[in-house]
């Protein structure tokens, strides 16, 4: 089954209308899954705090002649309620619509242990990978509840192994949040498809910038784990909700078979 969704390529152009908010969508997984999700017909609006990488996704996918994307800069470590509300708000006036919600940004501080841990990079952890969905899941679920087929895909990374810290502690949260929103959306009138993916180690600039002594070419490229981000996305996936995918550690040679198409 894992195999399965590493190779799944869907039908162009199966997400044809539908509006997606994809977070982290200016460099690693985000960036890939933006790309895919264009590439098949989706409106994405890119949320990310980094602005110039935001609009060299923009410019690859308007390059590659896809649907043109919104870009949304936010950065979830400052933001608050009133923000998310507004970011609603002008989905709703721009597009009238919102069909599927990639929750894929998230910040590692550092390694450390809990009797060392800096608060501060504690609370911040938590804000970013837990309150900031939190937030968006809030002020997004009225809008996917009006849409006719509903999804919501979570990059999943709990850990708790040693120096993980806040990073794993927070990321247990998310896991814990997505359940719950998973059980509230599981059957009509509102059912929401909500499943979670940990594709493990990825080759991104968080990975890198945390295992500077790790060989990246052994890691696979975010490019080759949209598969899945793109199964679970799509009407394909049907009524599959509540599953959590882990692939363990791809190896370097995983190539997404739509990269040949």
Same mark, same amino acid.
């Given at each position: 089954?894992? &195999?399965?969704?590493?190779?799944?390529?869907?039908?162009?152009?199966?997400?044809?209308?539908?509006?997606?908010?994809?977070?982290?969508?200016?460099?690693?997984?985000?960036?890939?899954?933006?790309?895919? *999700?264009?590439?098949?017909?989706?409106?994405?609006?890119?949320?990310?705090?980094?602005?110039?990488?935001?609009?060299? +996704?923009?410019?690859?996918?308007?390059?590659?002649? *896809? @649907?043109? @994307?919104?870009?949304?800069?936010?950065?979830?470590?400052?933001?608050? &309620?009133? =923000?998310?509300?507004?970011?609603?708000?002008?989905? +709703?006036?721009?597009?009238?619509?919102?069909?599927?919600?990639?929750?894929?940004?998230?910040?590692?501080?550092?390694?450390?242990?809990?009797?060392?841990?800096?608060?501060?990079?504690?609370?911040?952890?938590?804000?970013?990978?837990?309150?900031?969905?939190?937030?968006?899941?809030?002020?997004?679920?009225?809008?996917?509840?009006?849409? @006719? #087929? @509903?999804?919501?895909?979570?990059?999943? #990374?709990?850990?708790?192994?040693?120096?993980?810290?806040?990073?794993?502690?927070?990321?247990?949260?998310? =896991?814990?949040?997505?359940?719950?929103?998973?059980?509230?959306?599981?059957?009509?009138?509102?059912?929401?498809?909500?499943?979670?993916?940990?594709?493990?180690?990825?080759?991104?600039?968080?990975?890198?910038?945390? *295992?500077?002594?790790?060989?990246?070419? +052994?890691?696979?490229?975010?490019?080759?784990?949209?598969?899945?981000?793109? *199964?679970?996305?799509?009407? =394909?996936?049907? &009524?599959?909700?509540?599953?959590?995918?882990?692939?363990?550690?791809?190896?370097?040679?995983?190539?997404?078979?739509?990269?040949?198409?």
């Amino acid at each position: 089954m894992l &195999q399965e969704l590493l190779n799944y390529v869907p039908d162009s152009p199966v997400l044809q209308d539908r509006v997606i908010v994809v977070t982290g969508a200016a460099s690693g997984i985000g960036h890939a899954v933006a790309v895919a *999700y264009a590439r098949f017909g989706a409106t994405v609006v890119l949320l990310d705090k980094n602005v110039p990488a935001l609009e060299a +996704t923009y410019d690859k996918i308007v390059a590659a002649d *896809y @649907p043109e @994307p919104a870009i949304y800069p936010l950065d979830l470590g400052k933001a608050n &309620q009133d =923000d998310y509300a507004l970011m609603a708000e002008k989905i +709703t006036e721009n597009f009238g619509r919102l069909d599927g919600l990639v929750l894929n940004a998230a910040w590692l501080a550092a390694f450390m242990p809990i009797k060392l841990h800096e608060v501060d990079l504690w609370a911040e952890m938590f804000t970013i990978n837990v309150h900031a969905n939190f937030l968006i899941l809030k002020n997004c679920l009225p809008l996917l509840e009006k849409a @006719p #087929d @509903p999804a919501i895909v979570v990059s999943s #990374d709990a850990t708790s192994k040693p120096y993980y810290g806040g990073y794993g502690a927070s990321k247990a949260a998310l =896991d814990a949040l997505t359940d719950l929103v998973m059980t509230e959306y599981d059957t009509p009138p509102h059912f929401i498809r909500v499943n979670r993916i940990n594709t493990g180690p990825v080759r991104t600039s968080l990975r890198t910038m945390h *295992y500077p002594g790790e060989n990246q070419n +052994t890691l696979v490229r975010p490019e080759n784990v949209v598969g899945p981000y793109l *199964y679970f996305m799509s009407p =394909d996936a049907g &009524q599959r909700t509540g599953e959590a995918i882990d692939f363990g550690r791809l190896t370097a040679d995983t190539v997404w078979l739509g990269n040949s198409v």
